[in-house]
């Protein structure tokens, strides 16, 4: 296939050459009826190139395959064997992943640090998790990607599981030993899905970590607006080898997706699958040395420390994206929530994954020297202005063996039986009936069927207290936990 062409954005760009006019949604007719005021922000552009799929981009019948042939590039420039587009993210594709691989019962070993559209997989598909262990480390506070020891073990357990679901790079940047558990899996004839949500940049560039497609993976989920250059809700499945049908995992992203798919999306990630082939190594290789640069000088500001060498170890991760900067200010004595608005407010910057410690600013191939001195100058601020910011109240993290709650019952089950709100008081012993996730980094610490214990509360309450983003309890604040309704005599 001719990697220079980019056939999504081509037809876009002769749909606007021919004049085509359509009687047919869109109502805003290529902007023709936005109002100025609208206009004046986001841009006649984006409103012309904003035009149906079929019946539009394509004719009805899409019989000039403009996206198909946009899939089949990217596969082709990936290495994998086939690659559907979808336009509501990751958490759409994940989803559709893990329904295509279970057939929407039975069980899933999933890894315990899975992102919340996992779970919300979980609480639509009505299967149970078998959860792997993240590997914790005490130190930091902070789980990395599980060991293949650790799948093996799960895999024992549970031989009747449908496939495996990892997580890697984490939103930290770190990443599993991949090649390692597809051998595990594959040894037992089972699909490997791997989220990689953070992972668009991988396939272009020999030095960042372990491409899934590569390690061997049979569907790997991409976020193209984290690491490439999309709009946000672009999102791409790879697939490859004959464990995973393809007809099935497409036909199970069509019953989530709408029917009403961005054209812009594809459009965007049409060009940067093109731009990637053309020069990603390059732009890669410019990234990187930013990232190496600025690693160096943020260690040198008085009171941060970036992680590297803790992360990848022997009961840590495997491998480290060093495009993700993880910040620790505990010398400072602020927390990662503080500096984030401290940030924000006084030096209009926006930073990535914050924690009670920690920060992170995630580098893309869209940085410069610019950006980076900004990035600096803003650092070196927070610096000196964090002796000023009160002291934050404790979060109290809980020890390993009270961080992972037991499952008891089906997510499915718990979220649509009858529930209660309770106080956060009463909630331990009861089971979860709702998520509730620190966001970012988006892994839920409760979710539907667990049964919540008095450390998983006082993380969470502590945590929101000092400035913990909890988005999807029904009382953010968790003063109250919705918790599944039991009679008395039922209770522990
Ligand atoms: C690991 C992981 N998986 C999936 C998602 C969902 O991706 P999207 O925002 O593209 O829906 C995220 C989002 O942050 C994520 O961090």
């Known amino acids: 296939m001719d990697q220079n062409e980019a056939p999504v954005l081509d037809a876009l760009a002769e749909h606007q050459q021919l004049k085509r006019y359509g009687f047919t949604p869109p ?18 552009q984006s409103f012309k190139s904003d035009v149906v799929a079929a019946s539009g981009l394509d004719d009805r019948k899409s019989s000039n395959g403009y ?18 587009f979808t336009t509501c993210g990751s958490s759409l594709s994940v989803k559709a992943a893990m329904l295509a691989v279970t057939r929407g019962e039975g069980e899933l070993l ?17 299967l149970q998790p078998r959860w792997i262990r993240p590997q914790w480390d005490e130190d930091l506070k902070l789980a990395h990607p599980p060991s293949p020891q650790t799948v093996e073990e799960m895999w024992q357990r549970y031989p009747d599981a449908s496939a495996a679901l990892i997580v890697s790079p984490t939103p930290y940047g770190t990443c599993a030993d991949l090649e390692a558990i597809v051998e595990i899996c594959h040894k037992r004839g089972k699909p490997l899905i791997v989220d990689e949500a953070w992972g668009a940049q991988l396939p272009f560039h020999p030095d960042t970590p372990t491409w899934a497609m590569d390690a061997g993976a049979d569907i790997c989920v991409v976020s193209v607006h984290k690491m490439g250059l999309g709009f946000e809700q672009g999102s791409i499945f790879h697939l490859q080898g004959n464990l995973v049908d393809p007809v099935r995992l497409n036909q199970c992203a069509d019953i989530l997706s709408t029917t ?3 054209v812009l999306i594809y459009a965007a990630i049409d060009g940067w699958r093109r731009q990637m082939v053309q020069e990603g190594k390059a732009m890669i290789d410019k990234a990187l040395e930013l990232a190496r640069g600025l690693r160096r000088d943020i260690e040198t500001i008085p009171g ?3 992680l590297e060498d803790e992360l990848v170890r022997a009961e840590a991760s495997h491998d480290l994206d ?5 910040i620790d200010l505990s010398q400072l004595g602020i927390s990662g929530y503080q500096a984030t608005d401290w940030l924000r407010e006084n030096c209009r910057l926006d930073m990535g994954t914050n924690d009670h410690r920690r920060i ?9 020297k610019g950006t980076a001195d900004r990035l600096l100058d803003g650092l ?5 202005a964090a002796a000023d910011l009160p002291r934050p109240p404790a979060v109290v993290i809980p020890p390993e063996e009270d961080l992972y709650l037991e499952t008891v019952m089906l997510p499915r089950e718990a979220f649509f039986g009858p529930v209660e709100n309770v106080p956060a008081a009463e909630a331990a012993g009861r089971i979860a009936a709702e998520m509730a996730t620190p966001y970012p980094p988006g892994v839920p610490l409760l979710l539907p069927g667990e049964r919540i214990n008095q450390a998983a509360i006082d993380y969470l309450r502590s945590g929101v207290e000092a400035g913990m983003v909890l988005p999807d309890p029904a009382d953010p604040t968790l003063q109250t936990i919705r918790v599944v309704r039991e009679e008395p005599h039922q209770r522990r």
């Open 360 to 368: 992170e600013a995630v580098i893309s191939v869209s940085d410069d």
């Open 322 to 326: 060093i495009l993700h900067i993880l």
């Open 27 to 44: 109502a805003h007719r290529q902007g023709r009826g936005v109002d100025p005021r609208v206009l004046e922000v986001l841009g006649e």
């Open 304 to 306: 941060l420390h970036v």
């Open 260 to 262: 009403s798919a961005n």
């Open 67 to 84: 996206l198909s042939s946009a899939e089949s590039l990217m596969a082709e420039a990936v290495g994998a064997d086939k690659a559907f």
């Open 110 to 126: 999933i890894s315990r640090d899975a992102h919340k559209s996992v779970s919300s997989g979980l609480v639509l598909s009505g």
């Open 380 to 384: 070196r601020d927070l610096s000196a």
